[in-house]
């Protein structure tokens, strides 16, 4: 955490997008790093899903039902291949990162 000992209100070492992206003159606009964050965000939801579906269309949904119809001794082709499980994991990496929120609901 940055300057968590400290308790100062500001912390020295945050670096906002917009001190990243602009000039120095037009550094610190907060509707800037909103809209930074918010199209990184949904760029990165979308190349998770367009990986999930044009690579790995058995990666799609949580899995459960297609594991459960897999142990009851139905054969599902390539669903337990290599490429669904890395799809799989490099899209909910990847979906993590665009900040949406996976898994069960707490």
Not at 32 to 59: I, K, R
Request: charged letters at 5%; hydrophobic letters at 50%.
């Amino acid at each position: 955490m940055c300057c968590v000992e400290t308790r100062v209100a500001a912390c020295e070492a945050w670096t906002d997008w917009s001190s990243v992206i602009l000039p120095a003159q037009m550094q610190s606009t907060f509707w800037f790093n909103y809209f930074v964050y918010v199209v990184l965000g949904t760029l990165l939801a979308l190349l998770a899903s367009y990986l999930c579906v044009t690579y790995s269309p058995l990666s799609l949904g949580s899995g459960i039902a297609g594991t459960k119809v897999v142990l009851g001794g139905f054969v599902i082709k390539n669903f337990l291949a290599g490429t669904t499980l890395l799809i799989k994991s490099l899209g909910l990496v990847i979906a993590v990162a665009s900040g949406l929120s996976l898994g069960h609901p707490m």
